[in-house]
């Protein structure tokens, strides 16, 4: 999976999330059976993201940028060959 280069985003933990939940558990004070399904998803969502950040591939969307990068070489390529 190729993604954007983390410094280009803000992180993707669920943090806020996670405070929400603990904050509308507070809140409702559903009973014991309930509590423990949503702080098993919170826990799945967490090792989710934890995996996806561990496998993901960088990618810097800066990087392409510079006119006489990958085409300006092409081009000189191209010349070269038309002139030879």
Avoid: C, E, R
């Avoid at 098993?40 to 993901?56: D, E, G, H, P, S």
Wanted: net charge positive; charged share 20%; aromatic share 12%.
């Amino acid at each position: 999976m190729k993604v954007i280069k983390p410094s280009n985003l803000p992180t993707k933990f669920p943090v806020t999330f996670t405070a929400v939940v603990y904050l509308m558990i507070d809140k409702f004070q559903p009973a014991g059976w309930v509590v423990g399904v949503i702080w098993t998803l919170v826990v799945l969502l967490w090792i989710m993201a934890i995996i996806i950040i561990y496998k993901q591939k960088h990618t810097d969307i800066f990087a392409d940028t510079d006119p006489t990068s990958k085409w300006a070489q092409k081009l000189k390529d191209l010349q070269n060959k038309t002139n030879s």
